[in-house]
């Protein structure tokens, strides 16, 4: 069946129109309510809390991208229905099999909202809403497995950086598995403290940076890559300038002031690395080329990377020709 594409706006003001949009946003709220309030409850947990605003940063994506919509919609698109179908399928093979359900579960409600914006409005709609729909994932925790064989080696990586940073910084350390004997005191990296929270959160936040940035593929590409050691990165400081603390000023100090509010002061810390590193890369990749964009320069090198020494020849920064190197002729007529 082919549909004709309709103006949007007759489209989503037809009566038809809006009783399926209501309908199957109902139905898809009935079948995932234990999902949701699920996730809810573990949004109250440190690990994570960032749930709370990924449904609205997916409507402030929306919201961004308004200028991208679609002012033609196919309505019905058959296509949208392919997609609730295997939605539906992965749902109930994962309540059957209850093996990773509730991730699974979630990644079956990304599909399933992706094809009813397939339905309802076309692939342009789907083309204009899915990065507001792929960021939902972040709403759902992880598998428990996945959960706790990462953060044991989280707590692992914390432990030893840490141990090392103090001892180059000149703190005699010793380390027992995930406990640092420092100097004076015993530091324990307990599993609250493995920086699983600081790493989820972050890589959410990275994501969405690089989704709303305006910049070359390459620097979203690295946004997001180097998410996960950045986060490392600030724990290990966390964990390191806490042991500093309980030596200089005592327990006391360490517990009522440091250990806590350090763990607020890890997110500032680890944006400014990386907004540090997107300096870097303005450095290193000139933004003003003359003729040629940033991106196309990129793109450019990556498709032959002789271009990146190109300015070894001489007279190719300076517009002068080498020795040996005649200037073409000027056609007649040519002015000068």
Not at 28 to 52: I, N, Q, R, V
Not at 274 to 300: F, H, N, P, Y
Request: proline letters at 7%; hydrophobic letters at 55%; one cysteine or more.
């Amino acid at each position: 069946m082919s549909v004709a594409p309709k103006p949007a706006y007759a489209t989503v003001n037809s009566p038809a129109w809006i009783v399926a949009a209501v309908t199957l946003l109902a139905a898809l709220t009935f079948a995932y309510a234990k999902l949701l309030a699920y996730s809810f409850h573990e949004w109250l947990k440190p690990d994570y809390s960032h749930g709370f605003l990924v449904p609205f940063f997916s409507a402030y994506l929306l919201y961004r991208r308004w200028a991208e919509a679609p002012r033609m919609l196919r309505w019905p698109e058959p296509w949208g229905l392919a997609f609730l179908v295997v939605g539906m399928a992965i749902f109930a093979i994962a309540d059957r099999t209850n093996y990773a359900k509730e991730w699974v579960q979630g990644f079956s409600l990304i599909l399933n909202l992706c094809g009813v914006v397939l339905l309802m409005g076309g692939w342009k709609a789907l083309a204009w809403a899915w990065p507001a729909i792929a960021f939902l994932i972040f709403m759902f925790p992880l598998p428990y497995s996945v959960e706790h064989s990462f953060g044991g080696q989280l707590q692992s990586i914390a432990a030893r950086a840490s141990g090392f940073v103090l001892q180059t910084i000149g703190y005699p350390t010793l380390r027992e598995g995930v406990i640092l004997h420092v100097q004076d005191y015993d530091l324990e990296v307990e599993k609250a403290c493995n920086g699983l929270s600081m790493l989820l959160t972050f890589v959410a936040l990275s994501v969405g940076m690089a989704m709303v940035i305006t910049r070359p593929w390459l620097d979203r590409a690295i946004v997001v890559v180097a998410a996960i050691p950045i986060a490392i990165l600030a724990n290990v400081i966390r964990i390191s300038l806490t042991g500093i603390l309980y030596n200089a000023g005592g327990k006391e100090l360490g517990d009522a002031v440091f250990h806590d509010f350090a763990g607020w002061m890890m997110m500032p810390i680890a944006l400014l690395v990386l907004w540090l590193g997107l300096k870097l890369l303005d450095w290193v990749l000139v933004t003003d080329m003359g003729q040629a964009s940033r991106e196309e320069v990129i793109r450019s090198n990556a498709l032959n990377p002789a271009h990146l020494f190109m300015h070894a020849i001489p007279g190719a920064d300076t517009g002068k020709r080498g020795p040996g190197v005649k200037p073409k002729p000027t056609p007649p007529g040519t002015p000068g």
